[in-house]
T-cell receptor, first 116, second 117 residues
Framework: AQKVTQAQTEISVVEKEDVTLDCVYE???????LFWYKQPPSGELVFLIR??????QNEISGRYSWNFQKSTSSFNFTITASQVVDSAVYFC?????????????FGDGTTLTVKP | DAGVIQSPRHEVTEMGQEVTLRCKPI?????LFWYRQTMMRGLELLIY????????DSGMPEDRFSAKMPNASFSTLKIQPSEPRDSAVYFC???????????????FGPGTRLTVL
């Protein structure tokens, strides 16, 4: 079973629209970590956020916000007032230190296109 | 502070040739990871090291792949002999903590785009 599911393969929005990227994870561990990475067209992978399983507070960083809900095993990412520069592939990842030490399992990614 | 450095950035080679990819992690980081990214399989972890010691190489596709980390500042991923299906982007990442006991953020290099003809 896939541990990290990003059901949205591609999303296209017009600049200034808000957009939410979904991430659903599966784990039996009580201690785990969730990540979001951005991969712009240039190809590099850029870290966005790391969240541990004991911290369910939502996070806001500028136009970016993350909604972590353990009840639904989701860690969704919202971009407010999207910009063309937000166009990228976004990956959600799960790390389970107790049962899968050191490994991060990545979702298949969501390709976001922001049109001017 | 320099990030993770990978070389070469692009490599084109012919089937059967040996390919060596290089990585210099961020100074002071204790864990190093090699990933492969393809359209078909997405991002896959190949192998990772803690303090220069290989911990888990279960992601290495087959015996043609090998990785070494002779010291804290250098790692190589070698493919011998290379095949067209090895064409992919290979990323190296490093992390401050020990991967077995920490899930620190991984910082990725720019990747090496490998094309095997």
């Amino acid at each position: 079973a896939q541990k990290v599911t990003q059901a949205q393969t591609e999303i296209s929005v017009v600049e200034k629209e808000d957009v939410t990227l979904d991430c659903v994870y599966e784990t039996r561990d009580t201690t785990y970590y969730l990540f979001w990475y951005k991969q712009p067209p240039s190809g590099e992978l850029v870290f966005l956020i790391r969240r541990n399983s004991f911290d369910e507070q939502n996070e806001i960083s500028g136009r970016y916000s993350w909604n972590f809900q353990k009840s639904t095993s989701s860690f969704n990412f919202t971009i407010t007032a999207s910009q063309v520069v937000d166009s990228a592939v976004y990956f959600c990842a799960l790390s389970e230190p107790n049962t899968n030490a050191g490994k991060s399992t990545f979702g298949d990614g969501t390709t976001l296109t922001v049109k001017p | 502070d320099a990030g993770v450095i990978q070389s070469p950035r692009h490599e084109v080679t012919e089937m059967g040739q040996e390919v060596t990819l290089r990585c210099k992690p961020i100074s002071g980081h204790n864990s190093l990871f090699w990933y492969r990214q393809t359209m078909m399989r997405g991002l896959e972890l190949l192998i990772y090291f803690n303090n220069n010691v290989p911990i888990d190489d279960s992601g290495m596709p087959e015996d043609r792949f090998s990785a070494k980390m002779p010291n804290a500042s250098f790692s190589t991923l070698k493919i011998q002999p290379s095949e067209p299906r090895d064409s992919a982007v290979y990323f190296c990442a490093s992390s401050p903590g020990l991967a077995a006991t920490s899930t620190d953020t991984q910082y990725f290099g720019p990747g090496t785009r490998l094309t095997v003809l």
